[in-house]
């Protein structure tokens, strides 16, 4: 706690009263198991999916601050936001020394697995953020197509009458009664069709544009795939090469207390 000294002024002095403590939120820290903890629930609720991530953060929080109340381990949403997505750019950066602190190697391979689950979590919601961007753009474009190629009496008629006398509004009744003739208006035509071929024009360069964005998105999975399946593989690679040291050494042990219960027998 911190240590605060007020001053209070007394006979047009000051004098000092006593520290006021303040509590202070008590900071946590995430070992190993905390992170399995946190990535199993995230993927258990999901919060990618979620049209309000942050209530779903805001439960991932709570419940892990039950499970670890023993421990007094307490975090909110934000705290749960912030370490999933520092691991999640551990993962993707090959970061392997920070994800491997303060853990043993059964509970990286954990952790591995885990953060996988969760990247493709995340990659799924870009996917789906996409669609629907792609659904609304090619709903605008519809209604905006409609509207242009009305016909002539579908469009709505706005007439302004302004104000007269009565005689004026006489002869104005007869002139309206009328008949007027149509004239094509070659400009408005014109407009309509530059405007049409814009929009699909731009609607073609948007749609190839998600198209390679999610092209490289692909790539870039397949790649980080790729780089984990080879760190597996030199992993376990790593582990048979000490295994067979650990089997070749003590061997050399076994032979060297061959030798000297030999010796002892003989001397």
């Known amino acids: 706690m911190d240590r605060v000294v007020v001053e209070v002024p007394i006979n ?21 198991r905390h992170d399995i903890i946190l ?7 999901n919060p990618f999916s979620s049209k309000e991530p942050g209530r779903i953060w805001a439960r991932v929080g709570e419940i892990i601050t039950a499970a670890l109340q023993d421990e ?6 934000r705290r749960c936001r912030e370490r999933t997505m520092l691991l999640l750019d551990y993962y993707k950066k090959q970061d392997f020394p920070s994800l491997r602190r303060f853990g043993t190697e059964r509970l990286y391979a954990q952790k591995e697995d885990l953060l996988h689950e969760v990247l493709e979590l995340e990659a799924e919601k870009g996917l789906l953020v996409s669609g629907e961007s792609k659904y609304q753009d090619d709903e605008l474009r519809k209604r905006t197509i409609e509207e242009l190629t009305l016909p002539e009496q579908d469009k709505p008629n706005i007439t302004i009458t302004p104000t007269a006398e ?40 948007e749609q190839r544009l998600r198209e390679e964005e999610l092209a ?23 582990r048979k090469e000490r295994e067979r040291r650990f089997e070749l050494e003590s061997q050399e042990r076994q032979v060297i207390l061959d030798l000297l219960k030999e010796k002892v027998l003989k001397g």
């Open 12 to 32: 047009n002095g000051f004098s000092l009263a006593g520290p006021s403590t303040t509590p202070r939120k008590r900071q946590v820290r995430f070992s190993a």
């Open 39 to 45: 990535l199993k629930e995230v993927i258990t609720q």
């Open 72 to 77: 007094s381990f307490e975090v909110d949403a």
């Open 166 to 205: 009565p005689d004026e509004r006489e002869t104005m009744t007869e002139l309206s009664a009328a008949p007027i003739a149509k004239r094509p208006c070659q400009c408005c035509c014109q407009t309509y069709s530059e405007i049409l071929s814009f929009l699909e024009k731009r609607s073609e360069a």
């Open 216 to 238: 490289l998105r692909r790539e870039e999975l397949e790649i980080q795939r790729s780089k984990i399946a080879l760190e597996r593989e030199r992993l376990g690679a790593d």
